[in-house]
């Protein structure tokens, strides 16, 4: 069984009286242990797409299954549960929250998974310190670079064990060096078994992929196997 099932998925959007067809009929099968991204122009469909992958939202037609599970009418608070047990979201502006330390950060997704106080901060210490973080976890962001703030979002997608990690343009706020270093983060995850899925307007990124999906006007149009 595929770890992603979407057979006929459409999304449409309605303003005013205008429709919107964000996605128009995808099919698509990931399986468990890829490396995939979605590449396409702003406009095209890639993030509406990744927020049906990621369980941010249903189709309105068409079969999605996720992990075993078929969602295609879930609910709020179903599509909640599969977030939180299965599914890590790197995003291009980090969404730490400013308050709160590097180590508070990390255990957000625990506390909602009600995990006692001590077996949280030991996992979220353990996730720092794979991520290169274990000096850092009493520093707010705003101390920190905007790749070690990327690794804090890196630690807090994985801090809940998930099988789907999705980077959505998860170096766009970085210089290019950096951004290399954080491909390689994912790179790293993938041979550690986890299915990545990253999701760019850039060719150079999808080209550390080992398959790339490009999608325009809310269809797949290409499928490129490295």
């Known amino acids: 069984m595929s770890l992603i ?11 005013g009286e205008q429709e919107i067809r964000a996605l128009d ?21 890639k ?42 979201f790197v995003f291009q502006s980090f969404n730490l929250l400013s308050r709160l330390d590097v180590l508070a950060n990390i255990e957000l997704p625990l506390i909602y998974s009600g995990l006692p106080t001590n077996e949280r901060k030991e996992r979220a210490r353990k996730v720092a310190g794979e991520v290169g973080l274990g ?19 890196i630690a807090r997608a994985l801090v809940n064990g998930p099988r789907l990690v999705f980077g959505d343009e998860p170096t766009g706020n ?10 390689d983060i994912f790179e790293e995850l993938n ?5 990545v899925i990253l999701v760019t307007h850039d060719p ?10 490009e999608i325009c006007d809310g269809r797949i149009t290409k499928e490129t196997l490295r």
């Not at 970085?174 to 491909?183: E, K, M, N, Q, V």
């Open 204 to 213: 150079a990124i999808a080209a550390r992929t080992r398959r790339i999906i």
């Open 25 to 45: 009929g995808i099919d698509l099968r990931i399986e468990e242990g890829e490396f995939v991204s979605i590449i396409g122009p702003s406009g095209s469909g």
């Open 135 to 153: 000096d850092r976890l009493a520093n707010r962001p705003s101390q920190l670079s905007g790749g070690q703030c990327q690794r804090v979002a």
């Open 191 to 195: 041979a550690a078994g986890k299915t």
């Open 47 to 88: 993030s509406t797409l990744m927020h049906l992958l990621g369980c941010l939202d249903t189709p309105t037609t068409g079969r999605m299954e996720i992990c075993g599970r078929e969602l295609s009418g879930a609910g709020s608070s179903e599509l909640a549960r599969m977030r939180n047990r299965e599914i890590g």
């Open 174 to 183: 970085l210089d290019s060096a950096t951004g290399l270093r954080i491909l």
């Open 5 to 15: 099932s979407l057979q006929g998925v459409t999304k449409v959007y309605r303003v």
